[in-house]
């Protein structure tokens, strides 16, 4: 089992910067990759950002390419986005994910607001 805690999100003006980090526990060896996805209201869940748990190798969707970083701290088994001018559309629930073998785990989510 692998355990996910997301924190960093709150509500930010245009322009502003945040940065999400993800702690994982259990199983830390099983994970190949983790990522970050978000959800805003009434739309569909959308990946932001891949990271391999070990390389560092990383993937962006391409509309998050240049605002937002994607990063790993293996000593702490954390993973962070560090998002730079924040738009409104930006605003989502975001969630941390970790991709094993077997099978996926989310966390619980973090909200992130960007006000006009």
């Known amino acids: 089992q692998v355990r996910l805690?997301?924190?960093?999100?709150?509500?930010v003006q245009a322009g502003e910067s945040l940065r999400l980090s993800c702690a994982a526990s259990g199983t830390i060896f099983s994970?190949?990759?983790?990522?970050?996805?978000?959800q805003a209201a009434g739309k569909q869940r959308e990946l932001v950002a891949i990271i391999t748990f070990d390389g560092g190798s990383t993937n962006y969707a391409d509309s998050m390419k240049g605002r937002f970083t994607i990063s790993r701290d293996n000593a702490k088994n954390t993973i962070y986005l560090q998002m730079n001018s924040l738009k409104p559309e930006d605003t989502a629930v975001y969630y941390c994910n970790a991709y094993t073998r077997f099978r996926d785990y989310w966390?619980?989510?973090?909200?992130?607001?960007?006000?006009s």
């Not at 966390?107 to 006000?115: F, L, M, P, R, Y």
């Open 5 to 11: 805690v997301e924190s960093g999100g709150g509500l």
């Open 31 to 38: 994970i190949d990759r983790m990522g970050w996805h978000r």
């Open 107 to 115: 966390g619980q989510g973090t909200q992130v607001t960007v006000s």
